[in-house]
C-alpha cells in the first residue's frame, strides 16, 4: 500500500505506470479462454463495487444503489443506476463503454445528473486453470465534461489504469479441504487526469440550505479492493479434482467486498460490503449492504444491487465469437 501511496508524489511516475499497464494489455498472449471469468472450477462472480479479472461479452444494466454520499453527512443521499457493455475483440481482449445517472437527495433540494462516462480496453495476461488463478489489465479514458455538476460527475478527462485478479482454493490439499470453497478477487485502478484543469461541481452550503457551485481541480485517486468469496458448489460431490466438464454455474456465492479510495492529501475512505451473488448460465444477480469504514463521513447503511447478463449465453447468434476470430 505504501508503494502505491508514494507514487502520488511524482506525475510522471503516475503517467509511466499507466503507459507499462497499458502495454502489458496489449502484449497479452493468452490463446485459450471460456466464457466468464472462469479458470478451472473456479468461477470469479462479477463484483459490485469494482471491476473483477473477466474478460467477456457482459451487459450490466442496471447497477442500482441507494447509499449516503459520502463527502457529506447523512442527510445528503444518492440513489444511482448505472450499465456498463463489453464486447470482445479477440479472445481474451475486451473492449468497453459504462456511464450512468444519479438522482442526489440534499435535504432540502434535489438534482439528478450523469455520471462520467468511461471507454476501456481490458485484456486478460495470465489463467492458471490448476491453480484457479486468473489476471487481467486494462487501460481507460474518462471522457471530461460528460458527467453532470448536478451530482457532481462533471470531471476533466482522466486515464486509468488498472489490474485485476482472482485466485480459487479448490487445489487444496486434503487436510485443507474445508478452506476449497474460499476464492479471493482484487483490483487497483490509478486515476489520474490528463490536464490540471478546475471545473465547478455543485455543493450545499449547510448554513443556508441551499445548493451552490465551487470550483475544485481533481487530483490522482486510487481505486483499490478486495472481495473474500464462497463457491458452494464445493460443498457438493460435483468436483472430483479434474477439470469441469461444464461451467462452474447455476450456484450461490455469499461475499464481502472491501473497496477503497485513496488521494494525496485526503484520508482514505473505504466500505465493507456483505452480500451474495447467484449465478445463472446466462445471468448473475447480486445484493450486498453498504457500510463506511469511515464514521466521520456518514454513519448510514446502503444498499447495492447488480443485474450482469453473459451475452455470449444469451445471445449466441450475435455474441458466439470475438469480433476478430478466425
Request: proline fraction near 6%; charged fraction near 15%.
Amino acid at each position: 500500500m505504501h508503494y502505491y501511496l508514494s507514487l502520488y508524489k511524482e506525475s510522471k511516475m503516475n503517467m509511466k505506470l499507466i503507459y507499462w499497464v497499458g502495454a502489458l494489455a496489449m502484449l497479452s498472449a493468452t490463446q485459450f479462454v471460456e466464457a466468464h471469468a472462469i479458470a478451472g472450477n473456479r468461477y470469479f462472480p462479477g463484483t459490485i463495487t469494482f471491476d473483477d479479472p473477466a474478460v467477456a461479452d457482459e451487459l450490466i444494466i442496471p447497477a442500482w444503489a441507494r447509499y449516503s454520499q459520502p463527502n457529506y453527512d447523512d442527510n445528503v443521499v444518492d440513489n444511482s443506476a448505472a450499465w456498463a457493455f463489453a464486447r470482445l475483440l479477440t479472445p481474451t481482449t475486451a473492449i468497453g463503454i459504462d456511464g450512468g445517472y444519479t438522482h442526489r437527495n440534499w435535504g432540502p433540494e434535489q438534482t439528478t445528473g450523469k455520471t462520467q462516462v468511461h471507454v476501456s480496453v481490458k485484456t486478460e495476461v495470465v489463467r492458471d486453470e490448476p491453480d484457479e488463478f486468473l489476471a487481467a489489465a486494462s487501460l481507460a479514458w474518462g471522457i471530461g465534461g460528460s458527467g453532470s455538476e448536478k451530482v457532481g460527475g462533471n470531471t476533466p478527462n482522466t486515464v486509468a489504469a488498472g489490474v485485476y485478479i482472482g485466485k480459487g482454493f479448490g487445489n487444496l490439499s486434503d487436510d485443507w479441504a474445508a478452506f476449497r470453497p474460499f476464492g479471493i478477487t482484487g483490483a487497483a485502478v490509478i486515476e489520474t487526469p490528463v490536464s490540471n484543469e478546475s471545473v465547478s461541481n455543485l455543493t450545499i452550503n449547510p448554513s443556508t440550505n441551499s445548493l451552490y457551485p465551487t470550483t475544485t481541480q481533481k487530483g490522482t485517486v486510487l481505486h483499490w479492493g478486495f472481495a473474500l468469496e464462497y463457491s458452494t458448489l464445493y460443498l457438493t460431490d460435483w468436483f472430483n479434482g479434474q477439470p469441469p466438464s461444464e461451467e462452474p454455474l447455476h450456484q450461490w456465492v455469499p461475499l464481502v467486498e472491501f473497496a477503497f479510495d485513496s488521494s494525496q492529501g485526503h484520508k482514505t475512505t473505504g466500505t465493507i460490503n456483505p452480500g451474495i451473488s447467484y449465478v445463472a448460465q446466462t445471468w448473475q444477480i447480486a445484493i450486498e449492504a453498504v457500510r463506511p469504514l469511515n464514521d466521520q463521513y456518514n454513519h448510514g447503511i446502503g444498499v447495492r444491487a447488480q443485474l450482469l447478463l453473459f451475452l455470449d449465453d444469451l445471445l449466441p447468434s450475435l455474441f458466439s465469437n470475438p469480433v476478430f476470430h478466425k
